[in-house]
């Protein structure tokens, strides 16, 4: 590992967020994030982002196929969609007394996390 990959910045989004897509080929897509990379600061949404793999034939004697596949988004590409007010926003923290982080859309304010 180097040693910008052990400077593990945390992601602001979270598996089962919607995020709207806002650069490259799928621009303006809006999905589900299925899985989060943290180290490599980047997250698979589902639906998006598609890739082709190629399946050699086994000895069983299938077939070689073409299998399509979600692929990772780096995390700068998209913006969270916020539950209360629908909009593509960016999230900010607050930390309550307690010590604990909460996310908030910065657009209307309200806590992203129940």
Do not use: W
Not at 18 to 47: C, H, M, Q
């Amino acid at each position: 590992m180097t040693k910008k990959e052990n400077r593990i910045k945390p992601l602001r989004i979270k598996k089962n967020d919607t995020v709207k897509i806002i650069a490259g080929n799928d621009k303006g897509y809006v999905g589900k994030v299925l899985k989060v990379f943290p180290r490599k600061a980047s997250l698979i949404v589902e639906g998006a982002n598609f890739i082709h793999r190629h399946q050699r034939p086994t000895s069983g004697g299938a077939q070689g196929t073409i299998v399509k596949r979600e692929a990772p988004i780096h995390v700068s590409k998209v913006l969270l969609i916020c539950p209360k007010c629908n909009y593509p926003t960016r999230i900010g923290q607050v930390v309550l007394e307690s010590g604990s982080k909460l996310r908030v859309c910065k657009k209307c304010h309200e806590m992203v996390d129940a």
